[in-house]
């Protein structure tokens, strides 16, 4: 089993989109893929015959792009309304993120079996569960391989390069990074080579703007992550 963290230089750099990327990479390639977006903050109400359920609209992407019928609630296990740091969501509820429930979650995606789980992140690679916690732990616990992305804007290699230090510092592997080129960047090949020369895990892949997940998944060889 493939077990892959997407961790970013930011919010809204690009985890959900290259998650979906990856997922349907390696379902276009035969792969069972099982999804998982641990926490979530910024959700909205669906209310169902079964009772009230948060949605977050990435763990409904990544659903989307995968192949293995999992639940909202099995990719999302931990979820709150407002979108804001998810311990401060948690403190306004009186309630705590622990990272026992995001390992239990996790243990129910892996017990499925597929051949790759792709597991996103929130926020950076330390983001605070409170109390001194981080969603690092977590994938330092369930020992995943790690793909950084990063938004390619002015301020993104000091960003990238304590990310990656900061992967390798906490004895994980970081099997790459993506350069994800959202918007026009003066300088972007020199930037690019900068973080090539500076980062020893290779460049996965360099993705330019395109709305189309299926299109833009056939320019990713997942060849380099097997
Ligand atoms: N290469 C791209 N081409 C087109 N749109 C993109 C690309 N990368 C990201 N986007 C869009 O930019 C926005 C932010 O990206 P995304 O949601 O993937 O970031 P994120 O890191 O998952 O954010 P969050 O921290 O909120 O989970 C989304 O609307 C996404 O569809
Ligand atoms: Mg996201």
């Known amino acids: 089993m493939i077990k892959i963290f997407i961790t970013a230089t930011d919010t809204d750099a690009g985890k ?10 390696f379902v276009n390639n035969n ?25 977050n609209e990435d763990a409904q992407l990544l659903l989307q792009q995968s192949n293995c019928g999992q639940s909202i609630e099995e990719i999302n296990p931990i979820a709150f309304q407002p979108a804001i740091a998810p311990h401060i969501a948690a403190s306004l509820i009186n309630t705590e993120i622990n990272l026992t429930e995001i390992n239990a979650g996790y243990e129910t995606v892996i017990a499925r079996n597929s051949d790759v789980v792709i597991t996103e992140g929130a926020g950076g690679w330390r983001l605070p569960l409170g109390k001194g916690k981080f969603l690092s732990e977590f994938v330092q616990h369930t020992k995943q391989h ?27 592997d970081c099997i790459g990074w993506v350069a994800n080129c959202i918007e026009p960047m003066t300088f972007l090949d020199e930037n690019i080579k900068e973080l090539q020369s500076i980062i020893p895990a290779p460049m996965i892949a360099q993705l330019g703007y395109e709305v189309d997940i299926k299109k833009a998944a056939l320019a990713v ?6």
């Open 146 to 172: 790690v793909i950084l992305v990063v938004n390619m804007k002015l301020g993104c290699l000091n960003h990238a390069v304590l990310s990656y230090e900061t992967i390798l510092a906490d004895g994980l």
């Open 31 to 55: 792969y069972q893929v099982a999804v998982f977006k641990p926490i979530s903050a910024g959700c909205e109400i669906r209310h169902l015959p079964q009772g009230d359920v948060l949605v």
């Open 221 to 226: 060889d997942i060849s380099s992550i097997t």
């Open 16 to 25: 959900t989109y290259v998650a979906q990327l990856l997922t349907a990479a």
